[in-house]
């Protein structure tokens, strides 16, 4: 089994190095000053997409932590409607 995880491990380093190297190719047949600044902008770019993601993420936790306090409003207001109720085995107990 160590043998099958070696050759892949392998296999992996071999089309990393071989993408590697197409990509210090592409840089290489530019000047040096326009690869530069090529390198820069896609830096730059990718640092404009972490931003947006990153965003996303963010937005994605506040959302989260809305619908819980929504629920929690949800319960209380069910509750409230009906105080022999225990919220549970009753319709709506699952929100």
Not at 9 to 38: K, M, T, W
Not at 64 to 70: E, H, I, P, Q
């Amino acid at each position: 089994m160590q043998e099958t995880k070696e050759s892949t491990s392998c296999a992996g380093n071999n089309i990393c190095d071989a993408l590697r190297f197409l990509c210090e190719a592409s840089y290489a047949v530019l000047p040096e000053d326009v690869a530069h600044q090529l390198g820069e902008l896609k830096k730059n770019f990718l640092g404009g997409v972490r931003w947006v993601i990153e965003k996303d993420i963010q937005w994605i936790d506040e959302c989260v932590a809305g619908g819980d306090r929504l629920r929690e409003e949800w319960r209380r207001k069910n509750t409230g409607a009906h105080p022999s109720a225990t919220g549970k085995g009753t319709a709506g107990s699952g929100i």
